[in-house]
């Protein structure tokens, strides 16, 4: 199958933007002949025989970025368009260069200049393709389109975008997306990464065990043990909340922060041996909020409590995410869908407390004790005193193996695109395991 990938790589790095890379180069990378990487990056080692003979993906990238930065994004300008115009012009060209027939596209979130971008890409681009394949990686443009846009709006969407031949969403939450333009077909495949830490069981586990056991014998009075100590580390009594994220009101930056400060003050209420700090990874899309953030910073009960690391990758994120104790994002994001953020934490069997928001609950166990409702620091508070004395995240790492990996995923997103050369629709089907699986 030939698929021609209208989508853009980092930068900016975003969870999307990381999919489509980890997409492109588990599929070989890009198949035309002046751009295509020696070895496409190959993740897909992790993929092996998946993409070969039969089962054969072959990508042709427009890597259609509008934007280099996270500030620019949205911001829809007459250079944009231009350049959007050039992306198409050049996706066509590809159609019949190389003889691509499937187009492959991220529709929009629920913003306006996002909407016209897909205007105007399925106003050019579809009518010179075989089959559209549209991937949900953001949720909500449905409930969006219904309540905010005018129904001239929502009469031109439906009428560029109504049934595609496949949509792929990534959570049961957001098929409805895809049922609203009638999708003739629609498979969930749930998001998975490379896994990040190997190591886990030999060197995260039994320090992080350490951590928890040495944890409750504090909060319940016990002495501590010199091996306790030893195992454990010299900040046993410091709770290492992480928050992974851009830095935004939407993505529960402040909540956090409200949270972690009511959390230390009733511990220190209690006379609890323990606090909490907040360690805080991630850049400012928006200069006002980074100014109420430095404002907070020098609040009594903040100062002491938060330290922010900026934007972090590579080895130091994965060094904050094995020395956490905890994994804080209280997010309401009006597109917040199947963040890969979470699907990090899992990996390194870190206890999460997010929101009861949209597809998320899906990620979870039924009745896990960590989810929260939105805008509520005060469950936020309680909650991570709760998760620091009784849950170890372990069971995450396992659920993290059977349903996230990138193997997983790019196996399942084979099935879904192969689907498509089936006879009949094909709706709500699943060929990735969801929650629990």
Not at 365 to 377: C, I, M, S, T
Request: glycine share 8%; with cysteine; charged share 20%.
């Amino acid at each position: 199958m030939k698929l021609l990938v209208f989508a853009h790589t980092p930068p900016p790095h975003h969870g999307q933007s990381y999919m489509v890379q980890l997409m492109l180069a588990g599929f070989g990378g890009d198949r035309r002949g002046f751009r295509r990487r020696a070895a496409g990056a190959r993740q897909g080692e992790d993929f092996a025989g998946l993409n070969d003979g039969a089962n054969a993906v072959e990508c042709y990238h427009v890597n259609a970025r509008l934007s280099q930065n996270l500030e620019d994004i949205g911001d829809f300008r007459l250079g944009k368009f231009i350049l959007l115009l050039w992306y198409c012009l050049e996706a066509i060209w590809c159609r019949f260069r190389y003889g691509v027939t499937n187009f492959y596209y991220i529709p929009a979130p629920g913003k306006p200049s996002a909407l016209y971008r897909d205007w105007m890409v399925m106003f050019i681009c579809r009518p010179f393709f075989k089959r559209i394949i549209l991937h949900w990686h953001a949720a909500g443009l449905a409930k969006w389109l219904e309540t905010v846009m005018q129904i001239r709006s929502r009469s031109l969407t439906y009428r560029l975008m109504k049934q595609v031949d496949l949509s792929i969403v990534l959570s049961n939450y957001n098929q409805a997306d895809a049922e609203k333009i009638f999708s003739r077909r629609i498979q969930v495949v749930s998001n998975g990464i490379p896994d990040p830490c190997a190591e886990f069981e030999r060197e995260v586990l039994p320090r992080r065990q350490a951590r928890f056991a040495a944890r409750r014998k504090l909060v319940s009075g016990q002495a501590l043990a010199p091996d306790d100590e030893r195992l454990a580390g010299p900040d046993l009594r410091v709770v290492k909340v992480l928050y992974l994220a851009h830095c935004t009101h939407e993505k529960g930056l402040f909540d956090a922060i409200a949270g972690a400060r009511i959390a230390n003050h009733r511990l220190a209420e209690d006379r609890s041996p323990i606090s909490v700090r907040l360690l805080i990874a991630g850049t400012f899309v928006n200069m006002d909020e980074k100014g109420v953030f430095d404002e907070m910073l020098v609040q009594p009960g903040v100062a002491d409590s938060v330290q922010h690391f900026g934007f972090v990758s590579g080895d130091q994120k994965n060094q904050l995410l094995r020395e956490a104790d905890l994994f804080c994002f209280p997010t309401y994001y009006q597109n917040e869908n199947q963040p890969v953020n979470l699907i990090e934490a899992m990996a390194f069997g870190l206890p999460i407390l997010t929101t009861r928001w949209r597809s998320l609950p899906e990620l979870f166990p039924d009745n896990y004790p960590g989810l929260v409702d939105v805008h509520a620091p005060d469950q936020i508070a309680q909650t991570i005193i709760k998760l620091a004395a009784t849950e170890t995240g372990e069971g995450f790492r396992g659920l993290f193996l059977r349903n996230y990996t990138l193997a997983r995923h790019l196996s399942a997103l084979t099935e879904a695109l192969h689907s498509l050369e089936l006879p009949g629709p094909s709706l709500a089907s699943s060929p990735s395991a969801l929650r629990g699986a």
